[in-house]
Nanobody, 114 residues
């Protein structure tokens, strides 16, 4: 079955950076688009970024454009989210997901605070 394991979250000061990773298994990773979502306390889960199977097309939410970069390594079955210039409003639990499947990982907490 699909397994998604997110890592790399933590506490960072405003303006700082973090790199999230998502290790995927249980499906043929290189054939599927991948997405990152986030859910802040009291808010609905929102789509942050999506990358197609070969990485040729990438889309971002307006709120993270120019600050976040999604990438993937199909040899390692891993998708990444590089987050720069972090703001307090980026605080959330971040999840990776295969758009074609319903499964979610456990998420990784990102807290941006001074």
């Amino acid at each position: 079955q699909v397994q998604l394991v997110e890592s790399g979250g933590g506490l960072v000061q405003p303006g700082g950076s973090l790199r999230l990773s998502c290790a995927a298994s249980g499906f043929i990773f290189r054939r599927y688009a991948m997405s990152w979502y986030r859910q802040a306390p009291g808010k609905e889960r929102e789509l942050v970024a999506t990358i197609t199977s070969a990485g040729s097309t990438i889309n971002y939410a307006d709120s993270v454009k120019g600050r976040f970069t999604i990438s993937r390594d199909n040899a390692k079955n891993t998708v990444y989210l590089q987050m720069n210039s972090l703001k307090p409003e980026d605080t959330a639990v971040y999840y990776c997901k295969v758009p074609a499947y319903r499964d979610w990982g456990q998420g990784t907490q990102v807290t941006v605070s001074s």
